[in-house]
């Protein structure tokens, strides 16, 4: 785990393993395509594969859905991910109440999965 210091926020490279759950869990992709019609935001689907995924998130000090930070080059999600993305979901299941370090956990624990779904928010014409 690799924790840096935001004013107020929290990040984390996301390589630790957790037991969460969530409070939403539904197989409705319409739920996150809904649910971002009226903040100008389009819903993208990334397909991770199994490892760490080389990114950073922040928890927001506004209580928002965590935030892509960073994304490294090396990453096996760069290009598809970017730095200002809101993470919402895992694998179909609300992330987006959770802090930075407990979605951290959640993907470590995932990492051997053949696959993982991330749902983020991205602003409506960020290239």
């Known amino acids: 785990l690799t924790l840096g210091n935001q004013s107020l926020a929290t990040s984390a490279f996301l390589s ?15 739920f996150f395509d809904q649910s971002s ?3 100008n935001m389009e819903v993208m689907h990334v397909f991770a594969p199994p490892g760490k995924l080389g990114i950073a998130l922040d928890t927001p ?7 892509v930070h960073y994304v490294k080059e090396i990453s096996p999600i760069h290009g598809r991910v970017r730095a200002g993305d809101r993470l919402i979901a895992i694998d ?3 992330v987006s109440y959770l802090t930075a370090v407990k979605i ?5 624990r995932k990492s051997n999965q053949v696959t993982r779904k991330l749902t983020v928010l991205r602003a409506m014409g960020v290239a």
């Not at 000090?61 to 935030?67: Q, W």
């Not at 951290?104 to 470590?108: P, T, V």
């Open 16 to 30: 630790i393993a957790d037991g969460g759950r969530s409070r939403c869990d539904t197989d409705d992709a319409s």
């Open 37 to 39: 019609a009226n903040l």
């Open 61 to 67: 000090d506004n209580s928002g859905a965590p935030i």
């Open 92 to 94: 179909d299941e609300d």
């Open 104 to 108: 951290s956990k959640i993907l470590n």
